[in-house]
């Protein structure tokens, strides 16, 4: 062989031993930086360092994906990301807490008040974790529970004023169409009297009556008195003016020709008329 070839082949054999540079050559058997790694190792030890990242870019799309909804607990919620959710939710809680008051408040209550503590205060403890994470959920029932109870308070009180002979007072004669004149004879209690009388404002007979039925309002201020004109009224049979009394939505007494049924004798008067509805049970 010559010394050429000789050389040649030395060559050749350095350039396969060595394919970096000799200071990179000790680093050739360090698995982080190995050519021959697995991708999906490549992609693993990417994806521990970038954590902070993606956790960035999770917590925007679960909140996009879930219509902004607000975790209950996040534990160990200092800074950013997490940090942002606690800020949220303590939002959250004193926007339901101040919707609560505004409620209690409207239904005459007062979250400070005792039936309120009393009430809202009544359930057994619970162990400490499950209490701190169904504290939410606690609170709302109670709120709702008390919501209830004021309103069935509220429903209560109304039909026990409603049902009291003395609960309403009226004191005057009230003018009304075909819907008023359904719901004066209704929309009271069934032992309250309603007097209806059919009137023409064309008529001096019937603006005499309408005049004394004034004065009766007052000094009978637990009888509704209402009066419906003759058109509305329909009732070809019933001149005007004419008295009907209504109990229980039904008639009971009918006074018609009014002017001829006053006592012999006697002029139309507050105290006649009022005498004549007493001998028609009316009063």
Known sequence: MSAQEEFNQLVNNNRSRFTSHPEDHDHDSD??????????????????????????DM????????????????????????????DAQAFERARKKSFRRTLLSAAGLDSDSPSYSSSTRDDVPLAGGDQSSA?????????????R??????????????????????????????????????????????????YDQKSDDSAMVEECLVTIARRQPTTRFVKLHQDIAEMDHIKAPALLAYRGGDVFATIIDVLHNIPRGRSCSADSLEDLLKLNHVL
């Open 59 to 86: 917590v925007s799309s679960r909140t996009a994906n879930t219509n902004y909804h607000i975790p209950n607990t996040v534990y160990e919620a200092n800074t950013g990301p997490k940090g942002v959710i606690a």
């Open 31 to 56: 698995p982080h930086f190995s050519d021959d790694e697995p991708t999906s190792r490549l992609r693993s030890r990417q994806t521990v360092d970038s954590s902070d990242e993606e956790a960035d």
């Open 149 to 198: 109870q004021s309103r069935m308070h509220e429903l209560q009180d109304r039909n026990s004023r409603r049902s009291s002979p003395r609960g309403r007072r009226f004191g005057s004669v009230q003018t009304v169409d075909a819907v008023g004149y359904l719901d004066a004879i209704e929309k009271v209690t069934s032992d309250t009297v309603v007097v209806v009388c059919i």
């Open 135 to 147: 504290s939410e959920d606690d609170d709302e029932a109670r709120f709702m529970r008390k919501w």
